[in-house]
């Protein structure tokens, strides 16, 4: 069994315990951070499962401010960016969503899947960009590669 096999266990264990029911939308108005993080999580890893949608949190969080602020900045998230408006997987993929919300608390509380510090990463079956050899590797979650950059 692999580290990243045991990863996936656990918090695929904590996602039964804490039960992952129907997830609700987030609310309109002032915008609900942890769907802001969800959203990247989802937009970016949903074919990842859990671990990586934790990994894509743990990115978000880590790069400091507010997540609404932090997945919106331009060329910082390009799947948050092409999205296909409306954005409703509560409605169309509720499943998912709901590891997405789960993702997004779980690395809110802390819980880590790479390398503390990892705040980029990359897919790195499509590119590997000039910036991410200035930084530290931290870990390989599917097809994407994450990096503290320090």
Same mark, same amino acid.
């Given at each position: 069994?692999?580290?990243?096999?045991?990863?996936?266990?656990?918090?695929?264990?904590?996602?039964?315990?804490?039960?992952?029911?129907?997830?609700?939308?987030? =609310?309109?108005?002032?915008?609900?951070?942890?769907?802001?993080?969800?959203?990247?999580? %989802?937009? #970016?890893?949903?074919?990842?499962?859990?671990?990586?949608?934790?990994?894509?949190?743990?990115?978000?969080? =880590?790069?400091?401010? =507010?997540?609404?602020?932090?997945?919106?900045?331009?060329?910082? &998230? #390009?799947?948050? #960016?092409?999205?296909?408006?409306? &954005? =409703?997987? /509560?409605?169309?993929?509720?499943?998912?969503?709901?590891? +997405?919300?789960?993702?997004?608390?779980?690395?809110?509380?802390?819980?880590?899947?790479?390398?503390?510090? +990892?705040?980029?990463? %990359?897919?790195?079956?499509?590119?590997?960009?000039? /910036?991410? #050899?200035?930084?530290?590797?931290?870990?390989?979650?599917?097809?994407?590669? &994450?990096?503290?950059?320090?």
């Amino acid at each position: 069994m692999t580290r990243a096999d045991l990863i996936h266990g656990l918090l695929g264990l904590t996602a039964f315990i804490v039960g992952i029911s129907q997830p609700s939308p987030p =609310e309109p108005g002032c915008p609900d951070q942890r769907a802001c993080i969800a959203m990247a999580a %989802y937009t #970016e890893a949903v074919g990842e499962g859990l671990v990586g949608m934790v990994a894509v949190a743990q990115v978000v969080i =880590e790069r400091g401010g =507010e997540p609404c602020d932090v997945i919106t900045r331009e060329r910082q &998230f #390009e799947a948050v #960016e092409n999205v296909r408006r409306p &954005f =409703e997987p /509560w409605k169309t993929d509720p499943k998912n969503w709901g590891k +997405a919300l789960l993702a997004a608390r779980i690395a809110q509380e802390g819980g880590r899947v790479v390398c503390d510090g +990892a705040d980029h990463f %990359y897919a790195h079956d499509l590119t590997t960009p000039a /910036w991410a #050899e200035q930084g530290r590797p931290c870990g390989v979650v599917g097809g994407h590669t &994450f990096i503290a950059m320090e």
